[in-house]
């Protein structure tokens, strides 16, 4: 009775509370659609240079709904006749302009950012892009061509997914000559399979499922018998849940290699998550992508059997032991997107920021559970060897701090000398979402799991329509509260 009583009283403020958030949601959509349609003008098409912008914020034509046109978004200085000098470079290379935007800059104050679509040729945008930089404070091109020679090019549909197989930058069958296997001849034709298995893959179809050989599944074997009986010891409370699932649902056990197949079928009925095979490593820039579309990209070859605790590479083991618990908690699986969301379209320098971050996250974590040190990077919980180290005392530990951890340098061959220790999953999501939201990126990212797209939140519209889709959740949420309190 009492607990009842306590979750009455819960519901009953989490209604009020939540009831409140909605109607500032809807009051949001209403002022930003207001907003929106006060500040629209349909401009001729024939007259799109000629647009007169003063005491306007939003133009916008007709766009044709069978090719998506470039985005580009440029900021300026604060001048007399700045943007008229922006919008001649784009009628001297012949670019028509389709919607035009304006809005303050964030992040310089006193300066204006515009917001500008077209479907010119890319070569003439182009010509625009290379003019407009002239004068600009800094200009992103926005574009999903795949064939693009924009650097900050990122998927936008599931299946652009695909075009990484092209794109891996080492590993696969070609060996370094200190590799264990490299002399192995047998090894490497095996590992030219599995390179021939990922590559072929495509978005849609099924993964392949594995023959393993013997001397494959005895490697697992040992592997997965040396780490779980530390995994009760040093693994997080997460990672100790939903081990006993992957047990039970895709066979993970001593004597049988789990297929990959049937590990991205389990989590993507859990969280949403899948596996892609991938024949070697890919960019930071590319992997991070994946994880936008909650895709992780796995290998499937395994390290040689001589040395069955050593791996120079990611490998089988240490994508399945030490990855894919964690994306079967959903907590986990959402902090992993967020990383991969916030990398689209990102800075150079951004981008290693980040890959940076993850590694000392998803691929090197700890965390303080019941006043103790746990374990919840994947590069520790698949090495018996770094797993004791890093709760040795002996390296350094340090609180975890976005600001700090993104610029630390680490080695790739060796223990790690520092580790940065989480308060919580949920503390270190929020320090996350904080040092993405300081970086100077244009538009805002979703995934829409429904069409497997990300979509850009850059026009006033788009951010309408979300605020649609909060609200009505909001409003589910309510009449649940409302009736676990017994007042609906």
Known sequence: MLALRALQRVASVSVRATAARATAARAVARRVNYNALSTVAVVPHHRQHAIPLQGSRLF???????????????????????????LKMFSDADVSLEHIESRPCSKLHGDYTFLVSTLAD????????????????????????????????????MKDLDLFAARVLGAGADLESDHPGFTDKKYRERRGHFAQLADSHRTNSRIPLVEYEQHEIETWGHVFRKLRHMFEKHACDEFLNVFPLLVAN????????????????????VTGFRM??????????????????????????????????????????????????????????????????????????????????????????LVRQHGELKAYGAGLLSSFGELEYAMSGEPELRPFDPEDACVQEYPITTYQPVYYVAESFDKMKQQMREFSNKMDKPFTARYNPYT????????????????????????????ALEKIAGTG
């Open 452 to 479: 497997e797209r990300i979509e850009l939140l850059t026009k006033a519209q788009e951010v309408v329509d979300l605020a649609k889709c909060i609200g009505s959740d909001l409003n589910t949420l309510t009449k």
């Open 276 to 365: 892609r095979p991938v024949s070697g490593l890919l960019s930071s820039r590319d992997f991070l992508a994946g994880l936008a579309f909650r895709v992780f990209h796995s290998t499937m070859y395994l390290r040689h059997h001589s040395k069955p605790l050593y791996t120079p590479e990611p490998d089988i083991c240490h994508e399945i032991i030490g990855h894919v618990p964690l994306f079967a908690d959903k907590n986990f699986a959402e902090f992993s997107q967020e990383i991969g969301l916030a990398s689209l379209g990102a800075s150079d320098e951004d981008i290693l920021k980040l890959g940076t971050l993850y590694w000392f996250t998803v691929e090197f974590g």
């Open 122 to 157: 890319p070569s003439k945008v182009r010509q625009a892009v290379e003019a407009l930089e002239n004068i600009a404070v800094k200009v992103t091109v926005l574009d999903e061509d795949p064939n693009t020679s924009n650097a900050a090019w990122f998927p936008h549909r």
């Open 60 to 86: 916008t034509t007709n766009t044709s709904k069978a090719q998506q046109p470039t985005e580009i978004h440029f900021t300026l200085q604060d001048k007399p006749g700045m943007l008229r000098k922006a």
């Open 250 to 269: 895709c066979g993970y056990r001593e004597d049988n290699l789990p297929q990959v197949r049937d590990i991205s079928e389990f989590l993507h009925s």
